[in-house]
């Protein structure tokens, strides 16, 4: 009966990263580049904060992450960010093929509001990745 234990799955929601570059000589790299975030929160509501895993490519050139409305033009207190190792869950694939990438455990996101959020990557080259967080409650 040991299958029981694996019904509890370590991340309920996966989102897909996109790159963005404000400039041209980035254009090219940002094609490449990927991310993932997986939010291990069963619901997913403005009233409780969020905690989950994110993967991304060139990791070690990640400078800060944090929470953004964009309808609304502001953001919420950015998470605590550790490093950790990569999740089987979430790397794969693609992913665990590109050797820059790394992830980072991010802990208490209060999206204190409904609607879409973006958690915000910024790279020391100038690229920022955007990954949308939609909250219905």
């Known amino acids: 009966s040991a299958f029981f234990y694996s019904n509890k799955k370590t991340f309920y929601h996966t989102y897909q990263m996109k790159f963005d570059s404000k400039n041209d000589q980035n254009t090219q790299k940002v094609q490449n580049m990927l991310g993932v975030l997986g939010i ?51 790397v794969k694939n693609d992913l665990d093929q590109d050797k820059s990438v790394g992830c980072f455990e991010l802990t208490g996101m209060q999206m204190f509001m409904s609607g879409l959020w973006q958690v915000r990557v910024f790279y020391n080259n100038g690229v920022i990745g955007l990954v949308d967080v939609t909250l219905d409650k």
């Open 40 to 90: 291990k929160n069963e619901n997913l509501s403005s009233k409780e904060p969020l905690n989950g895993v994110l993967c991304v490519s060139e990791a070690e050139s990640v400078k800060t992450i944090d929470l953004y409305m964009p309808d609304m033009g502001h953001g919420a207190a950015p998470p605590k960010t550790n490093k950790t190792s990569r999740p089987a869950e979430l």
